[in-house]
């Protein structure tokens, strides 16, 4: 099951109709209205219908969720929404390019997971000025600065942040994560 709904476009426009009146069941008249249609063929017509503020929404939701799934360490959320083939420049590379998901499961198994467990809800990451892009009928970029908010263990706040760009391609399974760059600014 793709990580979030593949919508025909015609659901598309329905949807969006139905948050801007506040009424009506979107799930139910989605259960009445799904029709066999291929994945990338949802992308195409709702990026005909000049509306692609569900499929930019979804897409940054996917991307929240994998950014959380890095601070809480979730292997198994990463490992869904990532390509096995994930390529990526990160500083944690130092500057190699990295492919696959090996490196990164490095860092999820290797970290003391428990020993941070209290202070997981107390760190939060953010996309500041999100934008997504999409080119062709599967492809979409994402850029941002990530703000990552922890508080320390003596309850001391902090703001790091990251420059990062994910690329995310629609698969048949869904959208996955297929390459990342991340920079620290100077």
Known sequence: ?????????EQILEKERLEKEGDGDFEQTLIQTVPSV???SHLAAARSSADMSLIERDLL???????????TGDWMTYK????????????????????????????FDNLDWEGIASQKSKAKATMASP???????????????????TISED?????????????????????????FHKAVPS
């Open 1 to 9: 099951k793709p990580p979030f709904p593949q919508y025909h476009p």
């Open 38 to 40: 291929p994945a990338s």
């Open 61 to 71: 939701d996917l991307n929240q969720k994998l950014l959380n799934s890095i601070i």
């Open 80 to 107: 869904d929404l990532c390509d096995e083939s994930l390529t990526c420049f990160e500083p944690e590379s130092r500057g190699e390019f990295v492919k696959g998901l090996e490196f990164h499961r490095f860092y």
């Open 131 to 149: 934008n997504v892009r999409i080119i062709g009928e599967n492809v979409a970029i994402i850029t941002y600065v990530r703000l990552l908010q």
């Open 155 to 179: 309850g001391e706040p902090s703001c790091s942040k990251t420059e990062e760009t994910r690329v995310w391609q629609l698969m048949d399974e869904g959208w996955k994560n297929v390459h």
